[in-house]
C-alpha cells in the first residue's frame, strides 16, 4: 500500500504516536477496519518470519508441512539433500494449493490437473504440455519462501530474501541463552486451534500481560503460576517480549522427574505473531493466523516432557487449554465493543502493561516504515 493508500485510509500517524505517548492504545478503529488490515497483511505479515510447525513433522525426506503466514498458504519440504524447503503453497497452473494436508511425498502433485513439482519446488511435469507452444516448465517453479529451523520449531517468511531469523530478532538467541528457552526432547503432541472472533492485535495484546490472570485465569494459569506483580517479570525488547514466573505453591506437586526450578513458565513473543510457551511439562509454540480484520486463529503446538506420565500431561495440557479458552473467551466480548468506536482510544496502565506499548511501537513503527517507503 502507498502513501496515499494510507492516506486515503485516513491514518494521522502523528495523531496515533501523539496518543501512545500519553499511554493511550491505538484508535479502536485499528482493530476492525479493512483498510488497516490488508495494510497490514502487506507491510506486516508478507515480510515477517512466523512460526510454521514442529521440526519433528519434517524428520524425513519426502516430508510435507502446509501453513499460513498471513493470508499466504506454505508448504514446507524437507528436500533430497536434507535441507528444509519452503513454497507458496499456490499451483503455478490455476492457484489451488499444491499439498492440502502434512505427508510424506516423492514428488507434490497438485489435486486439480495433476501438475506435479519436485521437493525442490521445480516444475516435475504438467500433463500435455507436450502440446502448447512455449512451454519451458523452468518458467513454473513453485515461488521460494524464506525457511529455518529453531529448536523444535521451523519458521517461514513469505520474504525469500529475508533476513536470517537470529538476524532480524538480535535479542532472541541472549534471551534464550539466558533464560533456557530450549524444549528440545519435548515429544510432539499435537495440534490445538483456537478460532479467536477479534482482531489478531487483540490477541497479541492479551499475552502480552498477566494483569488479567487474577480475574479470568483464577482456576487455570494463576492456580499453576504466581500472577503478583511484585514476582511476574516482563522483559520488553525491541521486536521481542518475554514473560516469566515461578509455580504456585498451591499448584498440585507431580512425582517424576525432580523439577529444574529455574524452568517454570517462560513466554517469548517474537514480532508480529509468534509465541514460545514452555514449563517443566508442556512447551507450545505458536502463530496467529489472520482469517479477517475482526477474526484470527491462534495455532498451538503442543509438546510434552517425556519423563512424566500420561496423566500428569493431561492435566498440565488441559490447564493451558483452559487458560487459552479463557482468553478466547474475552476477547469474543471485547472485540464489538472496539467495533462500536464509541471509546476511541483505550487507557493503557503501563506498570502492568508495558508490553502492549512495547507491542504498538512495533506495529506502528511498520506503518511509519511503510509510510516512509522503507
Ligand atoms: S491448479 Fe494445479 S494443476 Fe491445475
Ligand atoms: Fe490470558
Request: charged content about 25%.
Amino acid at each position: 500500500m502507498s502513501i496515499r493508500a494510507i492516506d486515503s485510509a485516513g491514518l494521522d500517524l502523528d495523531k496515533v504516536e501523539e496518543a501512545l505517548a500519553r499511554d493511550m492504545t491505538f484508535p479502536a478503529r485499528w482493530y476492525s477496519d479493512p483498510e488497516i488490515y490488508a495494510f497490514e497483511l502487506e507491510h506486516v505479515f508478507k515480510k515477517s518470519w512466523q512460526y510454521a510447525g514442529p521440526v519433528q513433522l519434517l524428520a524425513e525426506h519426502g516430508d510435507c508441512i502446509v501453513c499460513h503466514a498471513g493470508t499466504v498458504p506454505i508448504v514446507v519440504t524437507r528436500d533430497a539433500d536434507g535441507g528444509l524447503r519452503g513454497f507458496v503453497n499456490v499451483c503455478r497452473h490455476r492457484a489451488f494449493p499444491v499439498v492440502t494436508e502434512n505427508c510424506n511425498r516423492k514428488l507434490l502433485q497438485c489435486r486439480y490437473h495433476a501438475w506435479t513439482y519436485n521437493l525442490d519446488g521445480s516444475l516435475h511435469k504438467a500433463p500435455r504440455s507436450e502440446r502448447e507452444t512455449e512451454f519451458d516448465p523452468a518458467d513454473f517453479c513453485l515461488l521460494p519462501v524464506a525457511v529455518e529451523a529453531w529448536n523444535e520449531c521451523v519458521f517461514v517468511n513469505p520474504d525469500p530474501d529475508a533476513a536470517p531469523l537470529l538476524e532480524a530478532y538480535p535479542e532472541f538467541e541472549p534471551l534464550a541463552l539466558e533464560r533456557g528457552l530450549d524444549f528440545s526432547g519435548y515429544k510432539y503432541h499435537g495440534r490445538n486451534t483456537y478460532e479467536i472472533p477479534a482482531n489478531w492485535k487483540v490477541w497479541v495484546e492479551n499475552a502480552s500481560e498477566c494483569y488479567h490472570c487474577p480475574t479470568v485465569h483464577t482456576h487455570s494459569f494463576s492456580d499453576a503460576f504466581v500472577d503478583d506483580a511484585d514476582v511476574y517479570e516482563y522483559v520488553d525488547g525491541e521486536r521481542i517480549l518475554g514473560q516469566f514466573t515461578v509455580y504456585n505453591e498451591r499448584a498440585k506437586r507431580y512425582p517424576g522427574k525432580p523439577r529444574d526450578e529455574s524452568v517454570q513458565f517462560r513466554y517469548t513473543y517474537l514480532w508480529p505473531v509468534t509465541t514460545l510457551v514452555q514449563d517443566d511439562y508442556v512447551a507450545f509454540p505458536g502463530t496467529i493466523v489472520p482469517t479477517g480484520p475482526e477474526s484470527c486463529v491462534f495455532v498451538a503446538d503442543m509438546f510434552t516432557h517425556p519423563d512424566y506420565d500420561q496423566q500428569t500431561l493431561d492435566e498440565r495440557l488441559q490447564m493451558w487449554n483452559a487458560t487459552l479458552e479463557e482468553d478466547q473467551e474475552v476477547v469474543l466480548l471485547q472485540q464489538p465493543g472496539l467495533r462500536s468506536q464509541m471509546v476511541p482510544n483505550g487507557r493503557l496502565m503501563p506498570a502492568s502493561e508495558s508490553a502492549i506499548s512495547r507491542f504498538h511501537r512495533m506495529v506502528f513503527d511498520a506503518f511509519s516504515n511503510a509510510q516512509n517507503g522503507d
